[in-house]
């Protein structure tokens, strides 16, 4: 009758489906170790980028403290040559009226 399968059709069958599963299975097992490994990639390029921002921030501010500092130190220079410019000035128009300061020359 033509109805008979061969002896061990079914299991080569089954064998051939299982292996597929397996390779299929180890696909995915290997993809996900890349998935794994790109994220992790990703994360440390975040980790590096915001570290290197928070860095630069760190320099600005910095930068800005060093800058206010000299701009105080150059104003506090400047306001005492213009008050030392005006008293020369005061002493000068004193002492055109024949006045001095008492110890103004020590």
């Not at 292996?19 to 994360?43: D, F």
């Amino acid at each position: 009758m033509g109805g008979h399968r061969p002896v061990g059709l079914n299991v080569a069958k089954r064998v051939e489906e299982d292996q597929r599963i397996a390779r299929n299975q180890e696909i995915v097992k290997e993809s996900l170790k890349v998935l794994g490994t790109a994220e992790w990639h990703m994360k440390m390029d975040r980790y590096e980028r915001d570290r290197e921002r928070r860095k630069e921030e760190d320099q600005v501010k910095e930068e800005l403290s060093q800058a206010n500092e000299e701009l105080k130190i150059r104003r506090r220079a400047r306001l005492t040559a213009l008050y030392e410019a005006e008293m020369a000035e005061y002493e000068r128009q004193l002492n055109a009226m024949g006045l001095a300061i008492e110890g103004a020359h020590q």
